[in-house]
C-alpha cells in the first residue's frame, strides 16, 4: 500500500515546488537592505514638457534613459554639454529653476547657459504679480511640468551630495575687500548688489532672498539680534536646504571668512555693540532622542496654550494649519510643510535654535527667560525631526 502512495506523494510534493517556483519569479525583487526604493516612473505628461523645453539639448538625464528615449532619439542628451540631471530633484525650490531659466548666471556663478527666456508668457503683460505685489516673468505651462519633472530626479548621483551641517567655527578674520568683491560675483545675483534682498530674479522665490544690509538676519545662535561671525559662517559653509541658497563649503576658509567680514562690515557699529553677548550660543548639546521624546514632543506640538505649532504648521505638519491665510497675506509666503520640505537647518542644534529664537517677524521664539522649557524644545526637535522625510 505504502509502495503505491509514496510515488504519487513525491509527485504532489514536485508539482507544488514548480507552482511555488512560478509564483515568485512574478513577484517584484526588493531592493537589499539600505538601498533607496527605485523610483516610480515620472508622469509622461512632465516627460513631453521637459522634452518640448529642449532641456535635453545639453543636459542628459541617466536616471531616466531609457524613459526619456522613448519620446525621441534624442531626448535623453543629444550633447551633454551641461550636467547629468539625475539627483536634482528637490534640491532647490521650483522659483529657484524658473530663475535658474530666466538669468542663469543670477543663481549659478558663471552659468554657460543661455537665458530661456522663450518658456516665459510674455506677450502682452510683461508678467503677473506674485504675493508679496512684485511683477515677475510667468514661466508657460509647459515651462512649470518641465520644472515638476526635474523636481522628481531625485535617485542617487554625483548631483546629490549631503548638505553640510552642524556648526563652524570661523577661523579666519577675513578680508572685507576680498569680501565685497566675491558678494558681488556669488550672492548679488539673488541678495541685490547692496544686499537689501532685491535682484533681477529674487521675485520667483516664494520666499524672497534675505535682506542682508537691513533689518535682523534670522540664521543666529544667539539672544543677540545679530547672528554671530561664526552664524554667518556657518550658514555660508552649510546653505540652506531647499531655500535656493547653496553650500560655499567649496570656497576656501578664508574666503569664506571674507564674505563674513563684508556681510559684518554692514551692521559694523550693531556689531560692536553685541559682541561681548555673542558667547551666548544656544543649543550646544543635543540629547539622546527616545520614542518617549518623540511622543512628548507631538502632545507639545499640538499644545493651544503656549506652542500653538499646528495653528500655522497644520495638526500634521504640512503647512495647512488655520492661519495659513493670515501667513500668507502678511509675508507672501505660507507657513513651512514640516513633513515635505527640507528644514533649514534640520541637525538638531540647529532646529533647536530655531525653536528657542524664532525666525523674525514670522515665527515667534519659544525659550523662555529662565530657560525653564529646555526639555520641551528637545522634545519638539525630537518630535519635528520624526516627521520630516529628509531628517527621519
Partial sequence: MLDRIWPLVLALLCCLAALAAGLLTTLPASPPQGQPTPPEPADEDLARAYVEAQCWHCHSVSQRQDELSRLGVLAAGARPAGP???G???LYPDGWHFAHLWQPDAVSWHSHMPAQRHL???????GSANLRGEMVPVPSATTRKAVQYVQTLMAPSPQRLPWPRGRHSLTDSGSVVEGKKLFAE???????ADGGGKSAVSAFFEKPPANLSGGIMMWRSTKAPLPSYDDLYTTLTNGLPGAGMPSFAHLS???RAGLVAYLASMHREEFNAYEPQFAEVLGTDAPAFTPEMVERGRALYRDQEYYKCSDCHGADGRGDGYLRGEVL?????GPRNLVAERLRRGYPEGLYVTLALGLGRAMSGYLKD???????????VAYVR???RFER
Fill in 84 to 86: 547629468d540631471l539625475s
Fill in 88 to 90: 536634482v530633484g528637490g
Fill in 120 to 126: 516665459f508668457a510674455l506677450g502682452g503683460k510683461a
Fill in 186 to 192: 556669488l550672492c548679488s545675483g539673488c541678495h541685490g
Fill in 253 to 255: 576658509e578664508s574666503r
Fill in 329 to 333: 497675506r502678511s509675508f507672501g509666503y
Fill in 370 to 380: 529662565d530657560a525653564s522649557n529646555e526639555a520641551d524644545l528637545w522634545a519638539l
Fill in 386 to 388: 520624526s516627521i520630516n
